[in-house]
Structure formats: structure tokens, C-alpha cells
């Protein structure tokens, strides 16, 4: 309790204002720009990444710890991890949707021909 420091926390206030510049930002973007739709993506993502940046250094202690090195190398593999586990459910996900697709597309041909020849049938 004795080195119980009662400093005021401006660097989290100056990231709160970078974060609320920066959310007011890619707001106003998207809904008062005349840009494309890739556009407006593009800079909503670089500004969307560059607030998690902020943040983690500014409010999540990035910078503490014991040798300074080590929440760096984790977060480091969670961005890794998430990148692998997304990427493989897109790849899985729009792999099997395309085979599937093939297949349920000739099926269902090959089944409105049969009910093309029982109506004839049914006519007869």
C-alpha cells in the first residue's frame, strides 16, 4: 500500500479522446462520404485497427509487465490464432457450400424431371 501512486491518468484520458475521434471518424465516413463501398470499408478497417492499437497500449498496460516483452508476444499469438481459425472457417465454410451447391443444383434437375414425366404419365 505504500507505493499507492495517486497520479492523474492522463494517458488514459488522451487515448478516451484518440478513441471517440476515431469511432466519430469512421461514423462520419460511412455516412457522410460519397465514397465506394471498398473504400469506406478499407478506412473504417485501417481506423478500426488502429484504435485496438491505441487502446492496447493506452488503457490494456501493454507496455507493463515483467520484461515488457511478454504480453507483446501474446497478444502477438492470439492475433495469430484468430487469423488461422478465421481464415480456416472462411476456406472450410465456402469449400464445402461450393460442393454442396453443385450437387443440390443436379439434383434438383434431375427431380423436376421426374416430376415432369409423372405429370406426363399422369395425363395419359
Given amino acids: 500500500m505504500a507505493n499507492n501512486h495517486h497520479k492523474f491518468p492522463l494517458s488514459h484520458i488522451i487515448g478516451f479522446i484518440f ?6 471518424g469512421a ?18 478497417g ?6 485496438a492499437g491505441i ?12 520484461d ?3 504480453n507483446v508476444v501474446n497478444i502477438a499469438y492470439a492475433v ?12 472450410v465454410m465456402s ?5 454442396h451447391s453443385n450437387h443440390n443444383s443436379s439434383d434438383m434437375e434431375n427431380m423436376d424431371m421426374d416430376h415432369m414425366d409423372m405429370d406426363m404419365d399422369m395425363d395419359k
Fill in 80 to 91: 495469430f490464432m484468430a487469423a488461422v481459425i478465421v481464415a480456416g472457417s472462411i476456406w
Fill in 68 to 70: 515488457g516483452r511478454s
Fill in 27 to 44: 461514423a462520419g465516413i460511412a455516412l457522410k462520404t460519397d465514397l465506394s463501398f471498398n473504400a469506406i470499408m478499407w478506412i473504417i
Fill in 95 to 99: 469449400a464445402g457450400h461450393m460442393s
Fill in 55 to 66: 487502446q492496447l497500449f493506452m488503457f490494456m498496460h501493454l507496455r507493463e509487465g515483467e
Fill in 19 to 24: 478513441s471517440l475521434i476515431l469511432t466519430f
Fill in 46 to 51: 485501417s481506423l478500426a485497427i488502429l484504435q
